[in-house]
T-cell receptor
């Protein structure tokens, strides 16, 4: 079956702009989580969605937001981009909440200039 | 806060030598622990989880509640084991994972 798909793979944005990243989970998976990966901070949890509801949110400013649609696809949005938002953003999907393996996408590499 | 600590950022061993990647977690209830691996130019993938108690690619990891550790071990390292390894803890009742900082393992020929 197809894996987790993230689009776009690469993005270059200017400070102050906003960006939307997309994640299509594995068919049948209803849980989607987002992570930010940077060399300095490693993998940091952003948010988790299940059945269109945000279940957990990480310690990120309000500029970071997300949502999940009825088909389980998810988007995350970052407004008023800062240089420090440059990172690899990873999406993971799983069948249910708690205890199941998380399958990761290839990520979206965001560069803010 | 639930923390996962991987004390070694870099680890280099020779092919055929034993390898141990350390992971410690902050104690809180019954932890659900995982090892994820990221090979060069590949996506992050699950290597093993503590409840399955299985060996994957020759790797094993034992949960030691007394020492709050979940070290990853392999008796004979192979060159293809070179990768970034992350220890992670799943938050109870959620899909959220708390990751350690990762250990880059390099196997020298």
């Amino acid at each position: 079956k197809a894996g987790v798909t993230q689009t776009p793979r690469y993005l270059i944005k200017t400070r102050g702009q906003q960006v939307t990243l997309s994640c299509s989970p594995i068919s049948g998976h209803r849980s989607v989580s987002w992570y930010q990966q940077t060399p300095g901070q490693g993998l940091q949890f952003l948010f988790e969605y299940f059945s269109e509801t945000q279940r957990n949110k990480g310690n990120f400013p309000g500029r970071f937001s997300g949502r999940q649609f009825s088909n389980s696809r998810s988007e995350m949005n970052v407004s008023t981009l800062e240089l420090g938002d440059s990172a690899l953003y990873l999406c993971a999907s799983s069948f249910a909440v708690g205890g199941g393996e998380a399958f990761f996408g290839q990520g979206t590499r965001l560069t803010v200039v | 806060a639930q923390r996962v600590t991987q004390p070694e950022k870099l680890l280099s061993v020779f092919k055929g030598a034993p390898v141990e990647l350390k992971c410690n977690y902050s104690y809180s209830g019954s932890p659900e622990l995982f090892w994820y691996v990221q090979y060069s130019r590949q996506r992050l993938q699950l290597l093993l989880r503590h409840i399955s108690r299985e060996s994957i690619k020759g790797f094993t990891a034992d949960l030691n509640k007394g020492e709050t550790s979940f070290h990853l071990k392999k008796p004979f390292a192979q060159e293809e084991d070179s990768a970034m390894y992350y220890c992670a803890r799943q938050i109870q009742g959620a899909q959220k994972l708390v990751f350690g900082q990762g250990t880059r393992l390099t196997i020298n020929p």
